[in-house]
């Protein structure tokens, strides 16, 4: 049997050190060994996205990856999107707006959706609709769900716009 | 589902990387971003026992557009394509073609040099390669050799590299003229029921050349010189369209599956390749 | 104490009751990432449990050697057959009243079957054993096709025919060969015959209704704990019904019932998929058992589609009979119902058929004659009811393509000849010719609305046009206009009719108060998505007049929650969800007789408004809810015991009968056979509506599950059985990219019997869906001679459909 490798991974910004078989994939290290159980698994060859994980700023479907492959990167996962106390906005909207319904494809819907949104703060509906195609629902036919990332991105832009006019303000401030 | 046991490897170089396919021969694969390995590994269809991991050896993620011709490291992604703004106006046939693999995730791990080297004949990378005429740099313990896309394919999964060889880079010469690639699929993240990537190029009314290349409808890619040579000259008239089809047709040599039986997958490679064309005349 | 909100509307919205489209109270979990699924199960010790799968689809099985496996690391067992026969548990009932393999027993009859179990300390280890166990095949003769099978020497199930070569009767009487298994019949024969022999107009089509699966995203699992110190079983699991999983696994292991403690956690979508009991129940129990640690079982994404809960496969034949202006005078049916190695369909005991009579649809038909053929094939058990209720969805297909294929025959518009031949609002309730009593329906008002809203005569219009412009050489696209009305047939059931193995399929609800005026009521069913926690709180408020936010929901836990026989078939709103509205009744009952103590009044002369009992024609003279909460809790009240309870335990007077009326315009590439769907209107009547955004969830669900089975997702075998749709590469689920958007509409026509008028809608949109995305492919034929065409319509079908009629040359 080959011999277990060491590996480091940064997981919602906390360090993570083990020994692990080669063949470990990132799902079942977050699963299993992390206790980090947000991201599932549904279809295991990568065509479900339940397992969406975001590594080193790039959406990434962690069943079909190997620990090994991910050491010394950062993972982000649902649970380090946004908790009780501070609710990321993609959260919400799903709450709001029906955007689920057994919730087993939420966590890598709603971690796919964060990226989307950093890449395009504006989609459209088609945009959003193919940027959230690696993601299977079998439940909600997802129309809630293109509701519920527009609702989002409106709130995040307006909050974003509120936020660089203060921004703004301070940069005025300091210049002078 | 859970692969077989191996031993992982991550080099930091080149070297590295062919010491240890020197030492293991075909018990060793090197992998870009996984994605046609991985699930193959997890559904035990392929055994690797010794795995190389090669995003840590440099020098394979570059983009370099030049005056004649592109350079794509083999580890680009299908992501840094489409981002690629230099690229998407050297060659938009690229983004064109990249937009339609898979899904974000998986073109965020997908990666040219795997997509081009695995020899799958449902990638869509090496017809479209052949279309634009690249060349596929290999290393290997001999040094470094270049290999016409339109050479590489020998079957289902058989190419012209060694397995002590790992490709490294696509080199294309600057493409000329209109452009389109046309694929019909199930749904998102499905292999082509039929694709074609057409450049061609108009002088006046008239086609002055043309390239076709199609994908999953053969054990290997077809790039077909007899369907360009239909259109090279004529004003693309229906009876040059019809004549193009009928030597891709010739050509392709599609199987049962599920997408469908031979004859439809024929029809369909006729129809999708007349759509690329028109569509490639409309931007030339 | 004093009640701050005093205005009554405002007393009402504070509720949160019926009606409201109150947000999920689900959902703060499941968007952290905070569900708790059946894998999400950890316990210490845990080991695992997988199976090794028979790559044949028929064979005979002629030695098991485990050696190498157990020679594993971290390998602790390996169960095969011989190991469980000692404790009799290598075979297990289905709920069709065959029996099943549990681990093959010297033959198999699937691929995919489950043949040896392997027990390790880590997933790791399980898999590398499950490689080393080596089974000697002798293949046999693979059939899969239902009519070859009733031809065939073959025998697929030697355990079912007698030494001397005789053929026992099967669970649902006779049989005619060695591989059927019954036939069930509905409604009258002769006279059917009768009546269609002598008819001004006929229609016949054979149709097949394709074999698929419910795929949800999470697959069958469990773990199974058992206790020895105190001799107690606990099994975790995706369990649509966990207590009849208890009384299953107590009566084939023969631990007492009050010792097995069934829980089924959150649960990744059901569909049917998760009624039945699987081999890998079982085994891990027994695993657990043997080992004396729990053991948990997962299934892979193609052990699921490839071995649990098929659905469908049935072949449909049909005639039905008109006058010349269309008024239908009959109809007959016969189904082959292909279901597979063993019959394991998920149905009540006296419907091996599932209600497939309700095959006479939404119409008023006098005379109708159903039979049906169960057969045996080397394919997958399953049968359920993939988001319906019981073969619905294939009864209702059944009649929406006939009734397309009488109005080809009539040349007439298929919206007119529903028309006409609609059950009218006055007939009911209405007492069909195989046998069902619809309770209310108003099917024209319904039509009228769907046909006038999406403007059903400019798009016939518009489709005319099409047509002649693609006659013209215009264009190569046509257009499909799909229409449905559909009835399902819902909320199983009157025990006197509907049993599961026995177990009468009433459903239940114990309610406990609070003192400060908060609740938690505990149902028989579980949720898999539906939203109970949200919705079943909402029934209460409105009949107990406490917040919706007040008060906790919780299935699933046996130990915890009343006897109830699960969800599925649309039956939690109709069957549990009336158990909560008359235990909630029970509540107000007594919270009456405490108000009127209180106020100093006759019971009588109280009277429940909103969150209260009023002094009747004295308003400002009440005691809210919360405060008779209390005073039940802390004062002596004569004649009254302590304490706010209630149980209900609801067997329902009848089945309830949601109906619809959908629309889909489509249009068809005739090239490549790609069809792209402009505009899906549905319309649903659910009776009394608990909570649109809910209701609205549903329907958008169940229609893109409907496209998927329409369009292209299908169980294909090959003729030497393998399964060749395992992963979901050919398995389709569609994307957010191939789905479009959906309008969705809606009348109210209470259920009469029903406490609160609810009839239930989780697959409405299924039964009704496809049908109508089938009709629109077929429609857009029509004008060029297709009179029906089998689905799935993927690309190819619908190509092969366009070159049949001359359409590329």
């Keep these: 049997m080959p011999d277990k490798m060491h590996i480091k991974l940064n997981v919602n910004g906390k360090d993570e050190e083990f020994l692990a078989e080669p063949r470990e994939l990132l799902i079942y290290t977050l699963r299993e060994r992390l206790n980090i159980t947000g991201p599932h698994i549904g279809c295991e060859t990568s065509h479900c996205g339940a397992c969406t994980v975001t590594i080193d700023g790039k959406s990434v479907k962690s069943c079909t990856m190997f620990a090994a492959q991910a050491s010394g990167k950062s993972v982000t996962t649902i649970e380090g999107i946004g908790g009780p106390d501070d609710l990321h906005p993609l959260q919400e909207a799903f709450k709001e707006h029906h955007g689920l319904q057994c919730g087993y494809c939420t966590p890598g819907m709603i971690t796919r959706a964060t990226k989307l949104l950093e890449e395009n703060p504006n989609p459209t509906e088609e945009d959003i609709r193919f940027g959230m195609a690696g993601n299977i629902c079998r439940c909600t036919g997802y129309q809630n769900i293109v509701k519920s990332i527009q609702a989002a991105a409106a709130e995040m832009n307006a909050a974003a716009a509120s936020s660089s006019e203060a921004v703004g303000n301070k940069t005025v401030e300091a210049a002078e | 589902m859970i692969p077989a046991a191996f031993e992982y490897y991550r080099p930091q170089d080149m070297a590295g990387v062919l010491a240890i396919l020197e030492e293991h021969g075909d018990d060793a694969r090197v992998m870009a971003g996984g994605h046609s390995l991985i699930p193959m590994m997890k559904l035990r269809m392929a055994e690797v026992p010794h795995l190389i991991d090669l995003q840590d050896v440099g020098g394979m993620s570059g983009i370099e557009v030049g005056t004649d011709s592109i350079r794509i490291g083999a580890m680009v992604t299908q992501s840094d394509i489409i981002d690629d703004a230099s690229l998407a106006a050297a060659a938009p046939i690229l983004r064109e073609a990249a937009l339609q693999i898979a899904d974000p995730q998986v073109r965020y791990m997908g990666t040219v040099g795997g997509n081009v080297a695995n020899g799958d004949p449902g990638n869509d990378m090496p017809g479209l390669m052949q279309c634009l005429d690249a060349r596929f740099t290999l290393v290997g313990a001999d040094g470094e050799r270049d290999v016409p896309a339109r050479d590489f394919y020998e079957a289902a999964y058989m190419t012209a590299r060694e397995d002590e060889e790992v490709l490294t880079a696509v080199t294309i010469p600057l493409p000329k003229g209109g452009y389109a690639y046309e694929k019909q699929k199930r749904k998102i993240g499905d292999y082509a029921t039929a694709a074609a990537a057409v450049q061609i190029t108009k002088e006046g009314d008239v086609c002055a050349s043309a390239a076709i290349a199609m994908t999953n409808l053969s054990d290997t890619p077809v790039y077909s010189e007899a369907a360009g040579a239909a259109l090279v000259g004529t004003a693309l008239d229906d009876a040059a369209l019809t004549a193009a089809a009928a030597a891709m047709l010739n050509d392709i040599d599609p199987t049962e599956d599920n997408r469908g039986p031979i004859a439809f997958k024929k029809h369909v490679a006729g129809v999708i390749l007349r759509r690329a064309i028109l569509r490639a005349w409309s931007r030339a | ?320 009979s008109a006058t010349k202006e269309g008024k239908i005078t009959a109809l007959q049916c016969h189904v082959t119902a292909d279901h597979g190695g063993f019959d394991a369909c998920a149905d009540p005991t006296k419907f091996p058929a599932g209600f497939m009579n309700i095959c006479t649809g939404s119409y008023d038909i006098p005379t109708a004659y159903l039979e049906v053929d169960g057969v045996y094939t080397n394919k997958a058990p399953g049968g359920v009811s993939y988001r319906c209720s019981f073969r619905v969805t294939e009864a209702v297909y059944f009649i929406e393509r006939m009734i397309e294929v009488l109005a080809i025959e009539l040349d007439m518009d298929a919206a007119e000849l529903r028309r006409i031949n609609f059950i009218k609002k006055e007939q009911f309730p209405y007492t069909a010719a195989l046998g069902w009593e619809y309770d209310s329906g108003d099917y024209h008002t319904a039509w009228d609305k769907a046909l006038t809203t999406v403007d059903y005569e400019g798009l016939r219009a518009e489709q005319a046009q099409r047509v002649e412009d693609f006659k013209a050489g215009k264009t190569r696209k046509l257009m499909g206009i799909g229409l449905s009305f559909f009835t399902e047939i819902v909320g199983a059931g009157p025990v006197k009719n509907c049993d599961i193995l026995g177990l009468g399929m009433f459903d239940s609800c114990e309610i ?49 929650a009343p006897y109830g026989l699960g969800t599925y078939g649309s039956r939690s709103t109709p069957v549990a969800g009336a158990a909560t509205a008359m235990a909630g009744r029970k509540i107000r009952a007594k919270a009456q007789m405490i108000a009127a103590y209180l106020l100093e009044v006759h019971d009588n002369d109280v009277e429940f408004d909103v969150d209260r009992f009023v002094v009747k024609g004295a308003p400002e003279k009440f005691k809210t809810m919360k405060e008779i909460a209390f005073a039940a809790y802390n004062q002596a009240i004569p004649g009254i015991e302590p304490g706010l309870e209630a149980v209900s335990y609801y067997d329902p007077p009848n089945m309830t009968y ?31 509506r608990i909570n649109p955004m809910i209701i609205e969830g549903q329907v958008h669900g169940g229609l893109t599950e409907a496209l998927a089975v329409a369009l292209g997702q299908e169980i294909a075998y090959d003729d030497m059985g393998n399964v060749k749709t395992g992963t979901l590469m050919d398995f389709f689920l569609p994307t957010a990219w191939e789905v479009p958007n959906y309008e969705t509409d809606f009348t109210v026509t209470p259920s009469p019997h029903h406490p609160i008028g609810a009839k239930g809608v989780g697959e409405s949109p299924h039964v009704g869906g496809v049908p109508c995305f089938s009709n629109a492919v077929q429609d857009a034929f029509r004008p060029f001679g297709n009179r029906h065409t089998n689905m799935p319509h993927d690309h190819w079908r619908i190509w092969r459909t366009a070159n049949e009629l001359g359409l590329h040359d």
């Design chain 3, 1 to 320: 104490m004093k009640d701050e909100v005093e205005n009554r509307e405002d007393r009402v919205a504070n509720l949160k009751g019926m009606g409201c489209s109150r947000k999920r109270v689900e959902d703060a979990r499941f968007t952290q990432g905070k569900g708790n699924y059946v894998d999400d199960i950890k316990l210490d010790g845990m080991l695992f449990g997988d199976f090794v799968r028979s790559p044949y689809a028929h064979a005979r099985i002629k030695s098991v050697d485990t050696a190498a496996a157990l020679e594993v690391p971290g390998v602790l067992a390996v169960l095969t057959a011989a190991d469980l026969e000692p404790l009799g548990l290598h075979w297990m009932p289905t709920l069709a009243g065959d029996k099943q393999m549990v681990l093959a027993d010297g033959k198999v009859l699937f691929q995919g079957q489950e043949v040896a179990f392997v027990v390790a300390e880590d997933r790791y280890a399980a898999a590398d054993g499950i490689e080393l166990v080596e089974v000697e095949y002798e293949e046999l003769p693979v059939i899969v096709d239902p009519f070859e099978a009733l031809q065939s020497d073959v025998v697929l199930r030697e355990d079912l025919v007698g030494e001397d070569g005789s053929l026992p009767d099967g669970a649902h009487g006779p049989r005619k060969h060695h591989n059927h298994i019954f036939t069930w019949e509905a409604g009258d024969k002769e006279p059917t015959e009768e009546v269609i022999a002598n008819a001004e107009v006929v229609a016949d089509e054979s149709m097949y209704y394709h074999r698929t699966h419910p795929c949800p995203l999470e697959t069958c699992g469990c773990v199974a704990s058992m206790d020895k110190v105190n001799g107690k079983l606990t099994l975790w699991g995706t369990f649509q019904a966990p207590h009849a999983i208890r009384t299953v696994v107590s009566l084939i292991s023969g631990i007492e019932e009050h010792n097995i403690r069934v829980i089924s956690p959150d649960i990744g979508g059901g569909f049917g998929n998760k009624v039945g009991a699987y081999p890998g129940y079982v085994c891990s129990v027994v695993a657990s058992i043997v080992t004396g640690k729990p053991v948990k079982w997962i299934e892979d994404r193609m052990d699921n589609l490839m071995t649990t809960a098929f659905a469908r496969d049935y072949h449909m034949t049909g005639k039905i």
């Design chain 3, 512 to 560: 406990r108060i609070h003192p400060t005026g908060s609740a938690i009521a505990r149902l028989g069913t579980i949720s898999q998505g539906q939203g109970h926690a949200t919705t079943f709180a909402q029934i209460l408020a409105s009949e107990i007049g406490l917040p919706a936010d007040s008060i906790t929901i919780e299935e699933g836990d046996t130990d915890t």
């Design chain 3, 658 to 688: 949601p109906f619809g009326a959908y629309v889909c315009v489509m249009d068809i590439d005739v090239d490549t056979g790609v069809p792209e769907i402009r505009r899906f209107y549905a319309l649903d009547d659910c009776g009394t």
